[in-house]
C-alpha cells in the first residue's frame, strides 16, 4: 500500500497485508524457502519492524522489490525488528539507505537465519528506457546506478539455499560486471596514487570480495606482474554513467532552441551500492597491461572479467 502526496511516495504493509502473511505462512513447511514480493523496497515502509517480525518466524525467507529502477541487496538484522535467530557477530552487516560500507565478510553463510536479505531488484525496461538509441534504435537504458536492464534468475535447493543469477540483457551471460579507469592513464598519476580502478559488479552484494591484479600482455616467464588486491567497497555514482550523463548534456546544450533530444533524456545519477574501488597498482612501467577483476559473490562463486589496462608517459 502507498500513498502519494506531492513528490512523496508512503510505503506501508497495511493490516490485511500482514493477516494474509501471518495465514500464508502456517501452511509452508519450515524447510522450504518463503518469498515474499511486493513493489516497494523495505528501506522505504514505515512499518518495516512489523514485516521483520512476522517474517522472521520462518528459517529460510527472502524478498524482493522493484520500484526505484537500481539494483541493491540489503541485510537486516534484529535493530530493524528482525525476529530470527540473533548474532552479534553479524550485526555489522546492517546495511542502512547512505551508509558506506568498506569492510567485508566472508566468513558468513548467506542463508544465516540471523540477518535478513532483502533484494531492490533492477528492472527489464532499465532507467524507463531513456538515453540514446543504439543501433538497433533501443534505447541504453542504462539504470541510475550503472546497472544495464536486466533479469534474475533464482534457483532455490530443496532445503531452502538459494542463488541468484543475474542476467543483462543484450549481453553475454559472464558479463557481470564493468571496469573503469581514467584515459589517458598515466604513470605519473599511478605515481601520485591519483589513478584509480572503479568496478561496478551489477548484482553485487556488501558481501562480496573483489580482487584485481595485472598480467602481462604477451606471455612469459612470470605472467603476471602484480598479486590479488582487494578493492574497498565504495558507495558512491557508477563513473560510466555520469560519463554518458555528461556527454547526453552537452549534446543537449548545442541543440537550437526550442529543439528538443531525439530521445528520452537520462534520469540522475543516484549512489550505486555495487561498486568497489582501488589506486592502480604503483610500479607499473609505460605499456600495455591486462587488468584481471574477480568478483567472489555473497554464494562463494567466482566470476572474472578483464580489460586492457595502457600506461602512457
Request: charged share 20%.
Amino acid at each position: 500500500q502507498g500513498e502519494q502526496s506531492g513528490q512523496q511516495y508512503d510505503g506501508h504493509f497495511n493490516d490485511d497485508a500482514l493477516a494474509f502473511l501471518q495465514s500464508y505462512m502456517r501452511h509452508v513447511p519450515k524447510h522450504e524457502l518463503l518469498v515474499v514480493a511486493f513493489h516497494i523496497p523495505l528501506f522505504d515502509v514505515d512499518n518495516l519492524d512489523e514485516f521483520l517480525q512476522i517474517l522472521g518466524r520462518h528459517p529460510h525467507t527472502l524478498s524482493l522489490s522493484a520500484h526505484w529502477h537500481v539494483q541493491r541487496h540489503v541485510y537486516y538484522a534484529g535493530e530493524d525488528g528482525w525476529s530470527g535467530v540473533s548474532s552479534t557477530a553479524n550485526n555489522h552487516l546492517h546495511h542502512k539507505p547512505g551508509d558506506e560500507m568498506r569492510h567485508h565478510s566472508h566468513d558468513i553463510h548467506p542463508h544465516d537465519h540471523s540477518l535478513h536479505h532483502h533484494l531492490c531488484h533492477a528492472t527489464a525496461c532499465g532507467s524507463w528506457w531513456r538515453g540514446a538509441p543504439g543501433g538497433d534504435g533501443i534505447p541504453h537504458a542504462l539504470m541510475r546506478d550503472g546497472t544495464p536492464q536486466g533479469f534474475s534468475i533464482l534457483t532455490v535447493e530443496p532445503d531452502g539455499a538459494y542463488e541468484i543469477d543475474y542476467k543483462a540483457s543484450g549481453r553475454p551471460t559472464e558479463a557481470q560486471l564493468h571496469i573503469w579507469m581514467p584515459e589517458p592513464l598515466t604513470a605519473a598519476a599511478i605515481a601520485r596514487q591519483e589513478a584509480e580502478v572503479v568496478v561496478n559488479v551489477w548484482a553485487g552484494s556488501p558481501r562480496d570480495r573483489v580482487e584485481m591484479r595485472v598480467l602481462r600482455t604477451a606471455p612469459g616467464r612470470r605472467p603476471h606482474v602484480t598479486g590479488w588486491v582487494e578493492l574497498a567497497h565504495d558507495v558512491r555514482p557508477d563513473p560510466y554513467y555520469l560519463e554518458a550523463k555528461a556527454l547526453e548534456d552537452a549534446i543537449k546544450a548545442k541543440l537550437p532552441e526550442g529543439e528538443s533530444l531525439a530521445w528520452r533524456e537520462m534520469p540522475s545519477p543516484v549512489d550505486a551500492h555495487h561498486i568497489w574501488s582501488a589506486p592502480v597498482p604503483v610500479g607499473l612501467s609505460e605499456g600495455a597491461y591486462v587488468l584481471l577483476v574477480r568478483w567472489t559473490d555473497q554464494w562463494g562463486r567466482e566470476h572474472e572479467s578483464r580489460r586492457v589496462l595502457r600506461i602512457e608517459p
